[in-house]
């Protein structure tokens, strides 16, 4: 990125005030809801429905937080959400991975084909897929079971994609020693290869983990009762219930949903972002 | 792809270690074998995703396309014997349900107004950011960004709250300058822009990314030699930014889109497709469909989707490349 060099002009002045205007204007745009979610959640209700709207909390409460506890099984929700996450994500590394190692450094008939094919799917929508699925999860009796959440996700071309690109950045020759050194090909992978591949893994996992994380439309089909409810799920059922609309337990259960995803984001958005990056421009 | 076959002696991936030797002695036979030992190392390698990727996403691509020529219900999962063909069937009643033709205009409308506003948002932002006047540039960058990780449930309970007719921020904000605002997703003529505005605000982070990593590519010194040749910033802007970002436009411009075709959630969580079906979406169409059981039906549906998305990023390939 340029820096500047020379001190500014006039004319520069004014465009960099406009755009640091504009651009703080955006952000209260784009994160002020959020704040606004966060406390609200923490007023009692007649305050969230309170005209005119306020910002800070008059009176502060935790009630809304408890009664996800209390009325929700929120803890269990959460439990479905990261396990889902967790395995749908150590699933994608570890497959996606192979492949990626398979179509990048081995020589094996149907290589080209394979990667093709893998190539072809990553433009098909979930909505083509989605009903064959469903029933095919249905007939292996998996429907409102962690495998039927889980195993449709487990390995996707993105992935794979991904991994091979990386991969192949990875010289060969140092493979080659590995193998003259007499180590098999799944121990070079896992000790040579993988470790060298930390930064497209990450990239990767975190990818995975958010999509996954706020999955929605396969949870809200498959996970039948409440056992099974991943939190978007949860909260999106609970938001249409009869009558008048419980915001406060709403706006609190958004919290839930949002923390853990914004967390991971923050702390990994340096990847995160760049990962998008180059994987948009390719 | 050079590729290093393992009879010829000398140009091995060995060679350089001095053991090609008995590379040069091998007969046919173990070369043969060598190479089946390849080949079943690869496909060990590739077998494990192979499995899971066929089993839940080949074959339904293709078992979709077989379902929508049936007249597959889920009652009959249990009896798949009762299935029969019903050839075109499916897509003939289609194009005669009234309820698809409005799921496909107001699909159309989401993409129409929401890719070039999404576009505009995203590569504003991008080009402030990249301006060099800009400070603190990671935090603006971070923020916009905050929404497109975040599920779109936890964002329409926000939305849906903000735009209450009542105690919502935006009407309290009309307020302040005398204006009653409207019931924003109760009026069946407001609800669709609402929800196409949500999505751009949600989406926009992305192609704000995507937008400043393709910006970074073009060389500072051809802004240099434009400003030498007294072009202004919107100059700039509009002869050598716009060009050269072209295949990183295209490419946002396709993922947006084909985005925008299967919005679902947005008006699942917003407003359950209403008032009077003014939200609903192809998917959310097929999701009905499938919900009522009707899964011959629904796998039609989602075929005229995937045709769709196809043509549209066939056309705007054709339409970016054309304008060269």
Redesign the interface.
């Known amino acids: 990125m340029t820096t500047l060099q020379t001190p500014l002009r006039g004319r520069d002045r004014i465009a960099r005030a406009v755009l640091y205007a504009v651009l703080v204007a955006g952000l209260l745009a784009v994160v002020g809801p959020f704040l606004w979610m966060l406390l609200s959640s923490l007023k009692p209700e007649p305050e969230i429905r309170q005209v005119p709207a306020t910002w800070l909390p008059e009176t502060f409460t935790l009630a809304n937080y408890r009664e996800l506890f209390d009325r929700l099984d929120f803890p269990r929700f959460f439990a479905n959400s990261a396990l889902v996450a967790i395995l749908v994500t150590a699933g994608n590394l570890f497959f996606c991975s192979l492949l990626g190692y398979a179509l990048a450094k081995l020589r094996f008939p149907g290589r080209r084909a394979l990667f093709l094919l893998v190539l072809g799917t990553l433009m098909v929508p979930g909505m083509v897929t989605f009903v064959p699925q469903f029933v095919l999860v249905s007939n292996m009796g998996l429907v409102n079971t962690y495998a039927g959440l889980v195993l449709p996700f487990l390995a996707g071309p993105f992935g794979v994609f991904l991994m091979r690109q990386y991969l192949l950045s990875i010289p060969d020759d140092l493979i080659e020693a590995a193998r003259v050194d007499g180590a098999g090909e799944f121990r070079i992978f896992w000790r040579v290869v993988l470790p060298l591949c930390r930064p497209a893994l990450a990239t990767l996992g975190i990818l995975t983990f958010l999509s996954t994380w706020n999955n929605f439309l396969w949870p809200l089909v498959v996970a039948t009762t409440e056992e099974r409810y991943t939190l978007p799920v949860a909260l999106a059922l609970y938001s249409v219930g009869q009558g008048r609309i419980d915001f406060g337990l709403l706006l609190a259960g958004a919290v839930v949903v949002v923390l853990p995803a914004l967390v991971v984001f923050l702390v990994l958005q340096r990847h995160f972002l760049r990962g998008i990056a180059t994987t948009g421009l390719k | 792809m050079a590729?290093a076959p393992v009879t010829t002696p000398g140009t091995g991936?060995?060679a350089?270690?001095g053991?090609s030797q008995t590379g040069r002695t091998a007969t046919a036979t173990t070369a043969r074998g060598q190479r089946r030992r390849?080949?079943?190392?690869?496909?060990?390698?590739?077998a494990?995703?192979?499995v899971?990727?066929g089993?839940?996403?080949?074959?339904?691509?293709v078992?979709?396309l077989v379902?929508s020529l049936t007249d597959?219900r889920s009652t009959d999962?249990r009896t798949p014997l009762s299935v029969d063909f019903v050839g075109l069937a499916n897509y003939v009643r289609l194009f005669s349900d009234d309820l698809f033709l409005r799921a496909a205009l107001n699909t159309g409308v989401f993409v129409l107004v929401g890719v070039p506003l999404t576009m505009v948002l995203g590569l504003?932002?991008a080009s402030?950011?990249?301006?060099?006047?800009?400070r603190l540039?990671g935090?603006?960058?971070?923020?916009?960004?905050?929404?497109v990780?975040?599920?779109?449930?936890?964002?329409?309970?926000?939305?849906?709250?903000?735009l209450d007719p009542?105690?919502?921020?935006v009407n309290?904000l009309l307020?302040l300058v005398g204006v009653d605002g409207p019931n924003w997703l109760g009026d069946s003529g407001l609800a669709l822009p609402s929800i196409t505005v949500m999505a751009a605000?949600r989406n926009f982070?992305?192609l704000m990314?995507?937008f400043?990593?393709?910006l970074?590519?073009i060389p500072?010194d051809l802004y240099e030699a434009a400003r030498l040749d007294g072009a202004s910033?919107w100059d700039q802007f509009r002869y050598v930014t716009l060009p050269l970002l072209r295949p990183?436009l295209l490419?946002?411009a396709v993922?947006t889109g084909?985005g925008y075709?299967?919005l679902?959630?947005e008006p699942?969580?917003m407003t359950?497709g209403g008032p009077l079906s003014s939200t609903l979406s192809v998917?959310y169409h097929?999701?009905n469909q499938?919900g009522f059981g009707n899964?011959g039906y629904?796998?039609a549906a989602?075929?005229v989707?995937?045709v769709s998305?196809?043509a549209l990023?066939v056309l705007q390939f054709r339409l970016l490349r054309s304008r060269d």
Not at chain 2, 166 to 169: D, H, R
């Open positions: 590729t991936p060995a350089p270690t053991r390849r080949a079943l190392t690869g496909w060990a390698f590739a494990p995703f192979t899971l990727f089993l839940f996403l080949a074959i339904p691509v078992a979709s379902m597959l999962l504003a932002a402030a950011l990249n301006s060099g006047l800009i540039r935090l603006f960058r971070v923020g916009f960004y905050l929404p990780v975040t599920s779109i449930v936890a964002i329409a309970v926000v939305w849906r709250l903000v009542e105690a919502g921020l309290a307020r605000w982070g992305f990314v995507v400043l990593a393709g970074q590519t500072a910033r990183t490419f946002g993922v084909i075709l299967q679902f959630e699942f969580v359950r998917s097929i999701y499938f899964y629904a796998a989602s075929y989707l995937f998305i196809v990023s």
